[in-house]
């Protein structure tokens, strides 16, 4: 049997449980010995990580092979039209190659979203929309390239769901474990 630890990555907190002496780490928040992430998350990004102490899950979490399918809430700068959004259900042109194509939707703030410690910046004559973005493979800082690629800058990415996996009512900074 597996173990799988679901974990509401808190901005700030870099997704391994070494400390580099300025950001807080998994060590701060898991003291489950055994337990390794599949895949990352980055510091400014937050939402659903998972871990497990089963290296076959996690090669398949992580192998982009499996494309298995990662879903963000995603707040942007500006208001993304049909034409963009369309850009990014294509496949967006990135520096290191096309990205596959996205699903992508517009959706209202997310319901229960906690608050984030800093708050994102506001600018008084610049809207912001939610999206939520479906991706199956995992570039360094993907979604927030593609986004920026469209013209529409990420303020904030949650990640919500993983596969099969999600971040339902897990708080920031806390955990669930399920037997696989």
Known sequence: ????????????????FSHDGMHPTLADYIAVPGVYPAGRLDTDSE?????????RLQHRITDPKH????????????????AALAHLRRGVLLKDGMTLPAEVALMEEPEGLWSRDPPIRFRQNIPTVWIALTIREGRNRQV??????????????????IGEWTLNDIAPGQWRDIVA
């Open 47 to 55: 939402g659903l990580l998972l871990l497990t102490d089963d290296g």
């Open 67 to 82: 494309k298995l399918p990662k879903t963000y809430w995603v707040q942007v700068e500006g208001m993304p039209d049909e």
């Open 1 to 16: 049997m597996s173990c799988i630890l679901l974990f509401n990555k808190p901005y700030g907190v870099i997704c391994q």
């Open 144 to 161: 927030r390239r593609m986004t920026a690629a469209a013209g529409f800058p990420t303020l904030r990415l949650i990640r919500c769901r």
